[in-house]
């Protein structure tokens, strides 16, 4: 049971280049969704998903799409890189029902130049 | 949208002292959980509370959902050195889908 693995774990591009960060988790947990994390300010939520086929915008969507073909995978793509996008994302998954919260992976340190 | 604040932004404290960090919102959440995150690694859920009022303990955390749902305290006893890093609230909404995150507290324990 690895939990909720991303990957890479760093990666730097240069503006206009996209990318795709890969998200999966076997614990088949219905929701799964996407962070940024900045300095000082918290995580704040990029999209979201309840279930394969279903996606939804968060607080902070502009720049990046998602698709949830299935329950393991949730990939976040960026379309082309801004330097505004350097921060660190979070993928993170949840049963839809119970006290389990979300399980977070480790992050990819993304750096935009 | 919704906003969480949370207080203090960092807090520098003597190993063995006790430590408490509360989050107010303008909105009303059906959960209130506590995360910590070490350097270099996602948040990892401390406490998750579900009940308004509700007053839970986890080892020496103690977390509380407050009555007007829109708010939270965690207190830490006796703080040990490996008690360092960054503690976060987050509200959950009704269904579950969405979290809200504060701004974080960084907590430094000195020896």
């Known amino acids: 049971n690895a939990g909720v693995t991303q990957t890479p774990k760093f990666q730097v591009l240069k503006t206009g280049q996209s990318m795709t960060l890969q998200c999966a988790q076997d614990m088949n947990h219905e929701y799964m969704s996407w962070y940024r994390q900045d300095p000082g300010m918290g995580l704040r939520l990029i999209h979201y998903s309840v279930g394969a086929g279903i996606t939804d915008q968060g607080e902070v969507p502009n720049g990046y799409n998602v698709s949830r073909s299935t329950t393991e995978d949730f990939p976040l793509r960026l379309l082309s890189a801004a330097p505004s996008q350097t921060s660190v994302y979070f993928c993170?998954?949840?049963?839809?029902?119970?006290?389990?919260?979300?399980?977070f992976g480790s992050g990819t340190r993304l750096t935009v130049v | 949208g919704q906003q969480l604040n949370q207080s203090p932004q960092s807090m520098f404290i003597q190993e063995g002292e006790d430590v408490s960090m509360n989050c107010t919102s303008s909105s009303i959440f059906n959960t209130w959980l506590w995360y910590k995150q070490d350097p270099g690694e996602g948040p990892v859920l401390l406490i998750a509370?579900?009940?308004?009022?509700e007053l839970t303990s986890n080892g020496r955390l103690t977390a509380q959902f407050g009555i007007t749902r829109k708010d939270s305290f965690l207190n830490i006893s006796a703080s040990i050195p490996s008690d360092v890093g960054i503690y976060f609230c987050?509200?959950?909404?009704?269904?579950?889908?969405?979290?809200?995150f504060g701004e974080g507290t960084q907590l430094t324990v000195n020896p």
């Open positions: 993170a998954s949840s049963l839809h029902t119970g006290p389990y919260g979300y399980t």
């Open positions: 987050a509200g959950q909404n009704r269904s579950g889908s969405r979290l809200t």
């Open positions: 509370l579900y009940k308004a009022g």
